[in-house]
């Protein structure tokens, strides 16, 4: 896998004729649909057995192809998900949105081999088992809720995944408070058209993580940070989840409706 593979970009990446001399880069265009589409469309053009997926502001570690392609020798029919480190621990926004991350791979891949949640920027999966499921959900619009959903219905049709800490990739997602906030909003307006679908699919009612959920996510900071970072982050924790809180009822006022896949 990492001897052999092709890269396929979406528009607006800059400097990629100069990469063309060691690898076959593929250039896609389209029409701004979102991320799931993007993704989806990337996909429709790969020729490999297996698909790894990263962002245009991640940067993957030297040895991320090698590393995975150990974990496919001994798994190969699982999704496997590796480690996001923040590439900007000077910005307190970025740092509090790596955080949240942080801690939804604590609360929901404790297990590594059982693990049920990752997002789309370090995530690699058999090609066949991604189209047998048709990929990303296209109706989630924004670079939020697509991935858990994703993952939701990967597991849903009985297929596994892992966590794999040792690949790596650098996530630098510049945030200031107007945009840390939006980012949040629409996690929330995600949220709730995840919860909708998830419903749908398994045939019972929305429902939302437990109180202490919440509450361990506001004392995550204390344990894993410096102290005088941790009341900081902590508090715009706090603030995002009211912000994906506003989010998560607005979709619930919505009139839109999202399709189960």
């Known amino acids: 896998m990492s001897d052999k593979f092709d890269i396929i970009v979406g528009a607006g990446a800059a400097g990629l004729a100069d990469f063309h001399e060691f690898f076959d880069v593929l250039l896609l265009t389209q029409a701004h649909a979102g991320p799931a589409t993007a993704r989806n469309t990337g996909a429709a053009q790969a020729k490999g057995e297996v698909l790894a997926f990263t962002d245009d502001d991640c940067e993957p570690a030297a040895d991320w192809l090698q590393t995975l392609g150990k974990r496919f020798t001994t798994t190969p029919?699982?999704?496997?998900?590796?480690?996001?480190?923040?590439?900007?621990?000077?910005?307190?926004?970025?740092?509090?949105?790596?955080?949240?991350?942080?801690y939804l791979y604590n609360y929901f891949n404790s297990v590594p081999d059982q693990a049920r949640f990752f997002a789309s920027n370090n995530l690699a999966l058999p090609a066949v088992l991604f189209r047998a499921i048709e990929g990303f959900d296209t109706n989630f619009p924004y670079a939020a809720g697509e991935d858990r959903d994703f993952c939701d219905r990967w597991l849903h049709h009985g297929y596994g995944m892992i966590y794999a800490p040792e690949v790596v990739v650098r996530h630098a997602h510049f945030l200031r408070?107007?945009?840390f906030c939006k980012q949040h909003f629409n996690y929330g307006r995600a949220a709730f058209?995840?919860?909708?679908?998830?419903?749908?699919?398994?045939?019972?009612?929305?429902?939302?993580?437990?109180?202490?959920f919440y509450l361990d996510l506001l004392r995550y900071p204390f344990i894993h940070l410096k102290a005088s970072r941790s009341k900081l982050i902590s508090m715009l924790l706090l603030i995002s989840q009211a912000a994906n809180t506003a989010g998560f009822f607005w979709g619930a006022r919505s009139k839109s409706t999202i399709r189960s896949m």
Do not use: C
């Not at 999704?79 to 949240?100: C, E, H, K, V, Y």
């Not at 058209?193 to 202490?212: Q, S």
């Open 77 to 102: 029919d699982y999704a496997i998900g590796g480690r996001t480190l923040n590439g900007l621990p000077d910005n307190p926004f970025s740092t509090a949105s790596q955080i949240n991350i942080d």
């Open 177 to 179: 408070f107007q945009t």
């Open 193 to 212: 058209h995840f919860h909708k679908v998830r419903a749908e699919r398994r045939k019972n009612r929305i429902k939302v993580e437990p109180f202490r």
